[in-house]
Every structure is written in structure tokens, then in C-alpha cells.
């Protein structure tokens, strides 16, 4: 995000976590951005929550945070009412899926990793699309490819007032089962080691990662998001690269960048 920038006067606001087996990445992210965060420069209120996940992941989002009854988010926004209603719906968890699109339980081999860069790459281009949206991501949360993945594709569609961070949860916290965010009493909570943990010694912080924005002059339909990630990598990189033209008048051949002209013998003279 640019400094000058406050995504505050962007009417939507969406935050977009990746996850895995652990969603409390989201309640973390989502207090340490309004509660926890102290600046004024770096605080962000969302007005929708995303997550990007697999079958698996999905499952435990809807249990863990979103279950009508016990839901972890929304016991953050009754404990701490200046958050809003953020809009977390079942249409705003994207499950990652295969080029026939079937969803996938994990990401494992090469071929569901590549699925996953081209799912989230989908999202992405879906979410800065609007340009009355702020985006703020952060990826703490599922597989390293993923957050990875999530990170570098940012980079290529991050507009100036759009974000990207990882959040930070202090030792014997950190994903803990019973632990989504700091509650405003204090609990007891049992550690992994049989001891007890005081909430009131958790820490959440967000640390906010800078990023170099490669959306400037891409292809509209790059940034329409009617590419898979492999394509994507390409075109970007065909783009930053120096101009060249190479002509091998022997084998009657011009090449523009990357792409082959055919041309007549007279026109090659």
C-alpha cells in the first residue's frame, strides 16, 4: 500500500487469508489489523472476509468460524463490536480446484500445485478488478507453496491501495485449538506441554510486507484474470524485458521478442 493512500475511503474493503488446517489465521489477521494495529497508517477495517483453501480447509472454516451456534468469528465481532459486520459468507471461501474444476482435499503433487497458482491466481484478478475495492491479503496461513503462490501473484495484480501481510502469534499460541484471537477477559488455556496459558500473555502482530506492483501496463486480459498462472508469469515477464529484434537473413527468419514473423523474400531484403 502506497503511504499516502488510506484504504479507509475505499467503500470495500476485502480481506483475503489463505488457509489450511489452521483458520485461525483469519480471527488472528482480522484482530491484529483493527484491534491490535496501533497505526493509524496500517489499520484495516474490512468490509467482507475471503479465504482462499482446499476442500479440507473449507470444511473447517465453516466449523471453526463460521458454525451459527459456536463460530469463532462471530464471537470476535460480539467481542469487539468496532470490527462491524464484515461480510464472511459461504461464496466468499474459494475452494482451490483441478482444470476440471473438482475441488481438491490438499495440495500435495506438482500438478495440485500448479492448480492451486492458477486458482489463486483466478481470485486475485477477480478481486482487484474493482477499483472501489481496497484489498488487504495475508498470507500466514496453509501450505508454504500456497502462501507463496498467494504472495507472488499479489505482486503482479497489487494496485496502490492494496496490501500484503503475515501475521505473528506469540510461542505456546500459535495454532493452538482453542485459540482464534485475543478475548477482552482473559482465559486459562492449556498448552501443548500440559501447561497452563494466560491469554493475557498472547501477542498477535501483523507484519506488513512490501511488494513491487507489476500491474502497471499488463494486458487487459491479464488483468482480467483469462489466464492460469503459468501464463501470467510469462506475459509479465515478455513485458519487463528489453525489446529485441533478431533477423538471420540466411535462414530468412525475424523474430520480435518471442514471436516468429513470416515474412516474404522481398520484404526481408
Request: net charge negative; hydrophobic share 35%.
Amino acid at each position: 500500500m502506497h503511504p499516502s493512500i488510506n484504504p479507509s475511503r475505499y467503500p470495500r474493503r476485502i480481506l483475503l487469508a489463505v488457509t489450511g488446517l489452521s483458520p485461525q489465521v483469519v480471527t488472528e489477521t482480522l484482530y491484529g489489523l483493527t484491534v491490535g494495529e496501533t497505526n493509524p497508517l496500517y489499520q484495516f477495517s474490512p468490509t467482507e472476509v475471503h479465504v482462499i483453501t482446499t476442500a479440507q480447509g473449507a470444511e473447517l472454516v465453516w466449523e471453526a468460524l463460521l458454525c451459527p451456534k459456536q463460530g469463532k468469528f462471530w464471537e470476535l465481532l460480539k467481542d469487539y463490536p468496532q470490527l462491524g459486520k464484515p461480510s464472511f459468507e459461504e461464496q466468499n471461501i474459494h475452494v482451490i480446484h483441478d482444470d476440471k474444476g473438482n475441488p481438491l482435499p490438499d495440495i500435495r503433487t506438482p500438478l495440485e500445485n500448479a492448480n492451486a497458482a492458477d486458482s489463486i491466481t483466478a481470485v486475485l484478478a477477480e478481486l482487484t478488478r474493482d477499483p472501489a475495492a481496497a484489498l488487504h491479503v495475508s498470507i500466514a496461513g496453509g501450505r508454504k507453496t500456497m502462501g507463496f503462490y498467494l504472495g507472488y501473484v499479489f505482486s503482479m495484480f497489487a494496485r496502490p491501495q492494496d496490501a500484503l501481510s503475515h501475521v505473528l502469534v506469540s510461542e505456546g499460541f500459535e495454532n493452538h485449538p482453542d485459540f482464534y484471537y485475543l478475548p477482552p477477559e482473559p482465559r486459562q488455556l492449556r498448552g501443548r506441554d500440559g501447561q497452563m496459558l494466560d491469554t493475557q500473555q498472547a501477542n498477535i502482530t501483523v507484519a506488513h510486507i512490501p511488494v513491487v506492483r507489476l500491474r502497471h501496463g499488463q494486458p487487459e486480459g491479464l488483468l482480467k484474470g483469462h489466464a492460469s498462472f503459468s501464463e501470467t508469469v510469462t506475459t509479465i515477464q515478455t513485458s519487463i524485458q528489453p525489446p529485441s529484434l533478431y533477423i538471420n537473413l540466411g535462414s530468412r527468419k525475424v523474430i520480435c521478442g518471442d514471436k516468429p514473423v513470416k515474412l516474404q523474400a522481398a520484404l526481408l531484403a
